[in-house]
């Protein structure tokens, strides 16, 4: 709920970037600002991880994966 919060406050539309299963494109048909967001939300989610939750997590393409 914390989360949520924070990255709404930063940008609604990075909350819905995460929530709503953006995945890295195979095509060129992603918006830059889509992929923009994702790198946004993948930023926040990996700066509020510990060591341990990050070595989990350090593998994923997308805010939606982690």
Known sequence: MRMNFF???IDRKIW???TNSYLMP???NV???IEYLDCVAMNIIVSALD???LLKVSECSSAKEM
């Open 7 to 9: 990255v709404e406050s």
């Open 51 to 53: 060591s341990n939750e």
């Open 16 to 18: 819905n970037v995460i």
């Open 31 to 33: 918006s830059p600002e």
């Open 26 to 28: 195979i095509s060129e």
